[in-house]
């Protein structure tokens, strides 16, 4: 049986989840800032055609935003994540199997569901509009690579109502796809293809296996393959553990007080042990990161400092001891800093954790059941309901967002108001 991939891609996500609770915003530009409201991260269409780019800093396109009423936010990732598990959960009842590929993006494998992929695929994108409010636009294609081309392609022209089948256009729609556009080619061997002539996605389809394998490596000469509509890259409908969790952010104002500095760094510790229990791993190193705000010589200073557990361990009061022992060491009084980060690394198997015979483990029976309640109990009733004191109560530090909208999903004080007139 042939192969059936469908990429399902989420139109302008951060600007849609903003449309949901604000239907108002339909047909208006609307963009979302960064962390610390910094610069451009997520454009609506209509932003897009007012000229503002992706990355621009906030402070230059002051004028434009204004004269042309855009409607700007501060990024509001709990609902945007919540959103996407949602679109997720209804893509789920599609197909039989599944990858989520990023918070907007999802392969499903089509094969033998559907006689028509396309009407089945309109079927997926009413439905996730009407279940969730977030337009989609879907590729179908024999590989997860045309899949991906396919999809771009469903944004692009107007008359495929959101759904694009390249196996029906395949020649044409290669023609027109630069090879820095195609999925797995990175910016170095875009250039190298250039140089050699190779322009466009049909081009390097119809480049010669041995070349390709010599300059591409294997990974190239997949890349071609499933251009020629070879499936080569299956679906990975797991996740696999991360081998370093890293939490960071950049203050909202500068900060010089060890005691905030300590409050970040626990913050940023929590959260990275509950990404930790998560996957059900334990670490056996942390190591605590500080950056300064630029002084004379033009340029931040970053200190780091690491240490080893004696003993793999996911539970956060100790991790966060740990934390601010090693923030101790780094931090001198006098300049400003603007940013505080956490990695845990070293991450092994929960169950797995080797013993040290000197020193007893971090993680007791009553520590595990205690994290076991924290986490559901934050996942019950939404992140931060409980949280631990050492990570401070006014959190002065946080990042600026100004113009963050409510957390419609997740926070009960927040849930939308619905009246009957």
């Known amino acids: 049986m042939d192969r059936i991939f469908a990429l399902v891609d989420c139109n302008n996500f951060y600007a849609s989840c903003e449309r949901v609770f604000s ?12 962390n610390n409201d910094g610069c451009i991260i997520a454009r609506s269409n209509e932003a897009k055609a007012l000229g503002l780019r992706m990355g621009e800093p906030l ?16 990024s509001n990732y709990g609902l945007y994540g919540d959103m996407s598990r949602r679109v997720m959960d209804t893509l789920a009842c599609f197909a039989p199997e599944m990858e989520v590929y990023s918070i907007d993006e999802a392969f499903l494998d089509l094969s033998g569901v559907a006689e028509s992929p396309a009407a089945y695929a309109g079927a997926i994108r009413a439905t996730v509009k009407r279940w969730v409010g977030i337009p989609v636009s879907i590729g179908i294609a024999p590989t997860k690579t045309l899949a991906k081309a396919a999809a771009g392609e469903a944004k692009k022209v107007p008359s495929s109502e959101g759904v694009f ?5 395949a020649e044409k729609t290669l023609a027109g796809i630069e090879v820095a556009d195609i999925w797995g080619v990175g910016r170095q061997y875009a250039r190298l293809l250039r140089r050699h002539g190779i322009l ?5 389809r119809n480049a010669p296996d041995d070349w390709v394998k010599k300059h591409l490596t294997i990974g190239g000469l997949r890349t071609v393959l499933e251009l020629r509509g070879i499936s080569c890259i299956p679906l990975d409908e797991g996740e696999p ?12 104002r500068k900060v010089y007080a060890l005691d905030e500095l300590q409050e970040a760094a626990a913050a940023y510790t929590a959260r990275a042990a509950e990404k930790l229990r998560g996957q059900g791993s334990a670490a056996s190193s942390i190591q605590v990161l500080l950056i300064e705000f ?9 200190h780091m400092c690491s240490t080893e557990l004696p003993v793999a361990s996911a539970n956060t009061p100790d991790l966060i001891r740990c934390a601010k022992a090693l923030l101790m060491q780094i931090y001198h009084k006098g300049p400003a800093y603007r940013k505080v980060g956490v990695m845990l690394s070293g991450i092994v198997p929960r169950g797995r954790v080797q013993m040290n015979l000197f020193h007893e483990s971090l993680e007791g029976e009553k ?8 986490d559901t109990i934050n996942q019950r009733w939404g992140k931060g309901t409980l949280t631990f004191a050492a990570s401070g109560f006014s959190r002065a530090w946080q990042m600026r967002q100004a113009r963050k909208s409510p957390l419609f999903t997740t926070s009960w004080a927040d849930l939308p108001i619905v009246k009957a007139l």
């Open 23 to 34: 239907p108002g915003l339909e047909g208006k530009p609307v963009v979302v800032l960064s």
């Open 59 to 74: 402070f230059r396109c002051g004028k434009l935003l204004a004269g042309h009423r855009v409607q700007v936010f501060s």
């Open 165 to 169: 089948d390249l196996t029906e256009h």
């Open 200 to 204: 466009t996605a049909l081009d390097l």
């Open 241 to 252: 553990p991360r081998k370093a969790i890293m939490c960071s952010r950049s203050f909202g």
């Open 294 to 302: 630029p002084f004379n010589d033009g340029y931040p200073r970053s």
């Open 367 to 374: 520590e595990l059941r205690l994290m076991e309640t924290v």
